[in-house]
């Protein structure tokens, strides 16, 4: 009997390298070791009261929604952007299974199979999977730690095209860098997308974590209607990843007409979510401005506490809540991996993320981590002693 | 300068039949016209109350739950199908977001790129949109209104095989036809794909809608552990068309190793609408003795005055909540949408779905249309009485 067989995807689809390590974070706590997370970006801060509470007025019968989104959020939407510069209104707006539907639909209706994705690394890794069910190759440039991971300058990118390249993807306040790119060299990039017609997808979750700068969107451009692709999501701009709400944003309405036909082969996104992620539009600035205060103390605190340990690389993340970290070592994933399986301090271990798997190039970032700042300060000390008395250990053995 | 370019995919992803009359119904309801709605699956059923009321219950953080799904709902929902007769524990239990993402993970683990998936046809026809997705071929098996669309004879299906057929895909109970199909005629198909190393997908989401039988699921056989997979949802069971949840099943264990990886990739399915898809897992007993009381007596309903008008063709269904039916017109798509624009009975008129695109082999059904019974049988009258005096009129024309 022939047998069934798995899809050739098997072969070049990754494991995340954010949960990958997780059967040993799970193996730790089950013998009873406390592990600090700071692998992934899911932040401990309370989700605003006014989303909680529209949770509680559900209707007798939970009805599928539009594909496109519910029109009033998609109004109410269109009123959050235009606030922060950028000038669209709710035709411009698609609502998605979170960020990540976002990126899939742009992926599948900008690019035909085979076609190229530039995008600069290391990036968020799911990038990749995403580029993998999309059918679609990623073309890597690389920027690196000693520069901050700041945009290469152009003629990088020129290097990478081919007449197959039809987008750029970038992630802007940055995951996992924490770079925010200047409006400068957004610029340039915008330009050299324009010259050869390619799409910006521009990834811009993190918009509203910015520390010493301002972010800014690729719909903020001009003569750019067809080409700028703004992907968003509720997940971390009101601490609720666990709704799965997003939306892709642009004009080009060509591009929005083929997403909407994806959108209705899934029906519609979740509705009660969709109404919370209304409500949540209503967060007073207050909030946003503790919760800014709040992860400017942990990014300094963590920056100072990791700055101290011998051979670590620390650059000054701008934005989001992860930085990027050289180690001391020439494995990191071994040395995280380690962490997890061999090393108690206070019955007590960390866990985060080694970059490598953020990369396309292999070979790179193999001594870098990524570090979600998403605890409060006293359990990042505490993170953050195990990782530096780790290495003391582990550069010992 | 260049300009940006579309997808390919553009060019083979078809429109929902189910929603591309829409801008005729928004239309009409502008003006004033009520419009009954048979075109879609959105039941007026109220949700159980327990799964309501399980909204009311939400962590001060909206957190990720893990990509397979929350644990102690894959337990319960192991428990669920173990009750239905389908053997399996919560490791062969992978939580999507709406049985939508269940069949695209199904597709895109299970074939490869050009591969190719026969199809009973008419079928549910977002099954094109996932496939376009996956990029993998529907090639169809018709079924037809005389017979009831019961599965055909395994020689047909025998006739589409090639070296890249790797799955058959159906939907039983089934969903645009009705048709439940027999254990003995399952049984040849399972025969069949087991000879040819192919994976059955059988979408059940309509499992507990059937009428004068019961359904069999894929998993119900032996010796098929590799081969068969199981597509759910809440969406239907419980009214719930708005809470995004599905899951897959099944018991090969390393096509449920690749799906994770696209899970991963996406994060997580909705972590609120979870909590709520477990919560239902405890609706009582009689609610869904009244709501298959109440479909029966709206199905019999339907049929018997859908019979009486003169030309019609109705198959009796044995499950879900639609029928196909034979119109007396040459091209039904344009009966609809003449429906939605031009014709009113005291104000009101009907909005059916026309099954041309329901069907993969360019020409046939174009004289037939689907109809939901979702609506209470005094609705049904008037929706039904409008389709009757609507076809005499356009039949005058």
């Known amino acids: 009997m022939p047998k069934t067989t798995l899809s050739s995807r098997n072969e070049i689809m990754q ?18 070791v406390h592990v600090y997370h700071l692998n992934i970006g899911q932040p401990d801060i309370a989700t605003p009261q006014v989303m909680i509470d529209a949770y509680h007025n559900i209707p007798p019968v939970i009805e599928y929604g539009p594909s496109e989104g519910i029109y009033s959020y998609r ?3 269109a009123e959050y952007y235009r606030n922060v510069n950028i000038n669209v209104d709710e035709s411009n707006i698609f609502v998605t299974t979170g960020g990540s539907e976002a990126i899939i639909f742009s992926l599948l209706s900008a690019l035909s199979p085979g076609d190229e994705i530039i995008i600069p690394e290391p990036f968020y890794t799911n990038y990749n999977g995403f580029a993998v069910m999309a059918g679609v190759k990623v073309v890597p440039v690389t920027t690196t730690i000693e520069n901050g991971f700041d945009l290469p300058p152009i003629s990088e990118f020129e290097k990478m095209l081919s007449p197959k390249t039809k987008a750029i993807v970038i992630c802007n306040p940055g995951n996992p860098t924490g770079a925010v790119f200047s409006r400068e060299s957004l610029q340039g990039l915008v330009d050299f997308a324009r010259k050869n017609g390619l799409y910006v997808i521009s990834d811009e979750v993190y918009r509203e974590f910015t520390y010493d700068c301002k972010a800014t969107s690729i719909l903020e451009f001009d003569d750019f209607e067809d080409n700028g692709i703004l992907i968003d999501s509720t997940s971390k701009r009101y601490s609720a990843c666990g709704s799965r709400v997003g939306c892709i944003v642009t004009r080009n309405t060509e591009l929005l007409k083929l997403v909407l036909k994806f959108g209705q082969a899934r029906l ?3 509705s009660v979510d969709q109404q919370a992620a209304e409500a949540a539009l209503d967060t007073p600035d207050s909030y946003f401005e503790e919760v800014q205060k709040e992860y400017r103390i942990r990014r300094d605190f963590a920056y100072e506490e990791l700055s101290k340990i011998p051979g670590v690389v620390v650059p000054m993340p701008k ?5 990027a970290v050289g180690l001391p070592v020439d494995d990191a994933e071994d040395f995280a991996r380690w962490l997890l399986s061999d090393f108690r301090h206070n019955n007590e271990t960390t866990m985060v993320a080694p970059l490598a798997g953020f990369y396309a190039t292999e070979g790179l970032g193999s001594n870098e981590i990524r570090l979600a700042y998403v605890l409060n300060t006293s359990d990042l000390k505490k993170a953050i002693d195990i990782i530096r008395l780790g290495l003391e250990k582990y550069n010992s053995l």
């Open 15 to 32: 494991e995340s390298p954010i949960r990958k390590l997780a059967p040993y974070a799970f193996k730790a706590k089950k013998e009873g």
């Open 319 to 323: 934005g989001a809540f992860y930085m």
């Open 75 to 77: 109004l109410k939407l």
């Open 268 to 270: 519609c996104p979740p």
